[in-house]
């Protein structure tokens, strides 16, 4: 594992030496369908990905905390004998910062300790290198001081920690899927209950290709907290007339269409694509077990049309890969993925077909935009776990 070799060289440089270091990967995810169905109450379908946060950790016999970022080249240091603030200069700093105080504030009894950390998810991507962090972060303190918490419930102070230490008011599904990821498998996941099933990812000839756009997206500065925010304004007017509408997972395109004239056309705009978007999950899973690719293909192309259209968190460049992956023959799906203003793309495509769309969508994507789109290929992998 060169990453390894890499973390535990940096971490010598910085820190002295090696001894006593406990060592987590957590991987980041690809949604394959089901976006800003999370913090809706609804349902995801994400897998973990091979690429990955790696972290080296180690107590301290005081209350200072090192952390050093490779990727970054740079250091912080703080004690935690003063309440944890969010730093404005090092921002990469506040994922691990959150989740320190999360932790704090839950009941973890903290020591001093230092941190090293390097990551090989392309940041900006939209597949949740942050996230990965979190979840790297927390695994690590949990077992430096034998915090005794669940998975789920550790992945739900990481995204505590992005919400309200970072935020950014994000849903659980990142967290979570870096934490439980199952090896050959994406998690069909109810975000209400944290109830999750694993569906093995069997694509026969087929498999998944991300596609980065080159286009980095920050989501905090962006839209994302506003489309959380109208679709809270959409459940208040729903749940006026349906009371039993607690969060967009409970509405449905009747309810939807009943209170069509109390609904701005924003708000329902946004409010149709979230509907939509569950139902895509719940047949798309069940297309996949049943071993109907074609179908399940289809419902990754609404996907992105709804969250172009609909949802409005897909960009020029983003469209213009969509457009030029779907006329390849040999894909079957192509959408958007992640919170959308940039990122990456996910694709359904036969195997011999992978070369086709190098030669094809990589230089036309170039030709018209000025950007070398990246390709990765992943297969499901597991979630976080200690080397």
Known sequence: MEALAVLKQAFVKTFGHADGLTVVRAPGRVN??????????????PMAIEFDMMLAARKRTDQVVKIHSIDYGSTVEFTLDCPLTYDTKELWSNYLRGVLWAMQGAGAHLGGMEIAFLGTIPQGSGLSSSAALEVAT?????????????????????QKAENEFVGMKCGIMDQFISMLGEEGHALLVDCRTLDYEPIPIDLGGYQILICHSGVKHSLVDSAYNQRRQECETGVRILAAHFPAVQALRDANLEMLAACAAALPPVI???CHHVITENERVLKSTKALKAGDLISFGQFLNQSHDSLRDDYEVSCSEVDLLVDLARKVNGVLGARITGGGFGGCTVNLIKGEAVEEFLAQVIPAYQKETGIKAQVYTSKAASGAEIL
């Open 138 to 158: 927390a695994v690590a303190v949990r077992h430096l001081t034998d915090f005794n918490i669940s998975q789920p419930d550790l992945a739900l102070l990481c």
């Open 32 to 45: 394959l369908i089901g976006e800003h169905t999370d913090y809706n109450g609804g349902f995801v379908f």
């Open 268 to 270: 329902y705009k946004r």
